[in-house]
């Protein structure tokens, strides 16, 4: 008896245990395994929504733009709890001594790394956006004020004051409320020049790798 327990120093059973064991731990690997390449994959996937340089051809593109990123972000946002899951189940099989446990602990900074990533490009790409909306918005406001303008000059150029005086009241009174309209978009030409200035100080350049330029004598 003590011959045979010599031999044999495992419990009867004990073998067939200790397999079952490391089958369960390489079928938790695999499966491990597999849950980090799917997230790997989905990131990968929406790594191009955040790499674009596109920033649109004017207003109306960059905010649909803007809308874009928000969709995505908020996708990205949802799926923050399903990458954390994989990772804690990851550590919890590093916590219990797995075998692969270093294999387990790369693949989860790989998995970490890429998520960070993600979501620096992901706040890049929202600061472009919202330069870009600011330097269109600047030149859609530049365009209107102009277009006023030129709407106005003949009538502030017009040298005709009226053969009488019920036409001289009419056309003093169209002029003394152009000129409070004047005033208010005076306001509005100085706000405008205050953000074009702060636009060129930025440097800000539009998703055609171009800077969009803001024009030196707007700004005087």
Partial sequence: SSGINAEWPLRPGEPMRLRKEKLSDALLLQQFFRDIEDEMTWVKEKEPGVKTTATGSDLYSARNLVHT????????????????????????????????LLDIQDKIGLLRKRWQNLHALAAARKADLEDAIQIHQFFTNAADIESWCKEMAPIFNNEDYGKDEDTSKGMLRRTQALTI????????????????????????????????????????
Avoid: W, Y
Wanted: with cysteine; charged share 35%.
């Fill in 69 to 100: 990123h928000k969709q995505l972000m908020s996708e990205v946002n949802i799926h923050e709890g399903k990458i954390n899951d994989v990772c804690a189940r990851g550590e919890t099989m590093v916590e219990n001594k797995h075998f692969a």
């Fill in 181 to 220: 309209e004047l005033q208010g978009r005076a306001t509005k030409v100085k706000e405008m020049i205050d953000e074009g200035n702060r636009c060129k100080q930025r440097n800000i350049i539009l998703g055609n790798g171009k800077k969009k330029k803001v024009p030196t004598a707007t700004l005087r």
